[in-house]
Every structure is written in structure tokens, then in C-alpha cells.
Nanobody, 123 residues
Framework: VQLQASGGGLVQPGGSLRLSCAVS???????GAWFRQAPGKEREFVAA???????YYTDSVKGRFTISRDNAQDTVFLQMNSLKPEDTAVYYC???????????????????WGHGTLVTVSS
């Protein structure tokens, strides 16, 4: 399974970006997620979406970010609004087949990863 993330770039604080993750396999049975890694920090969970459409977010992005999926396009999206400088990171999309309650935030739950797209929030 190949994943291609896109949509990153430079944006001012308070601005918006929409990340896309194109998946080379039909996504209707897959769970999707976005992680990010800021300079000098470990990779962290951002958001996940189950195959049934249920969504989960880390606290720091709740109310600002929205994860969604379009199974017709085999794509997972991350709409990011009200961006802050601390959102600056390389964003990675991932997909997996297994789901475990309470473990959606763990990178090990996702077998396939994209190469990442850089988001820079700066004035």
C-alpha cells in the first residue's frame, strides 16, 4: 500500500491548510490517521478516523482540526484551521487494518505510512 501526502506549506498564524493523503488501495475497510513530528521532538498522534467514520483527536487540536475520508477517492484529509506556530511539523498520514479500543493513538496500530508533508506556521 502506497500513501502520498500533500497540501503542506507556509501559513500565517490563524490561517488554514488542508492536507490530503491518497492511498493506493481501497480505503473503505482501512482506518486512517495523521501524526506529526516537530523539530527535535518525537512523532505524536494528531487525529484518527475509523473505517466506520468515527473520529478521534489529540487534545491540542480539538475544535481546530477535522479528519475526514472520501472512500470514493481513496483519500484521507486533515483540515487544519486556526493554526498556531506550535503546529509546525512534518505531518504523516498512515493507514491500518486492525482496530483496538483505546489504542488509535499508537503508531504501531498503522502498517502503512506516507513520506510526510511539511507544515510551517509563521508570520
Amino acid at each position: 500500500v502506497q500513501l502520498q501526502a500533500s497540501g503542506g506549506g507556509l501559513v500565517q498564524p490563524g490561517g488554514s491548510l488542508r492536507l490530503s493523503c491518497a492511498v493506493s488501495e481501497r480505503t473503505f475497510s482501512l482506518h486512517g490517521a495523521w501524526f506529526r513530528q516537530a523539530p527535535g521532538k518525537e512523532r505524536e498522534f494528531v487525529a484518527a478516523i475509523r473505517s466506520n467514520g468515527a473520529t478521534y483527536y489529540t487534545d491540542s487540536v480539538k475544535g481546530r482540526f477535522t479528519i475526514s475520508r472520501d472512500n470514493a477517492q481513496d483519500t484521507v484529509f486533515l483540515q487544519m484551521n486556526s493554526l498556531k506556530p506550535e503546529d509546525t511539523a512534518v505531518y504523516y498520514c498512515a493507514v491500518g487494518r486492525a482496530w483496538a479500543v483505546g489504542r488509535y493513538h499508537l503508531a504501531a496500530m498503522y502498517e502503512n505510512w506516507g513520506h510526510g508533508t511539511l507544515v510551517t506556521v509563521s508570520s
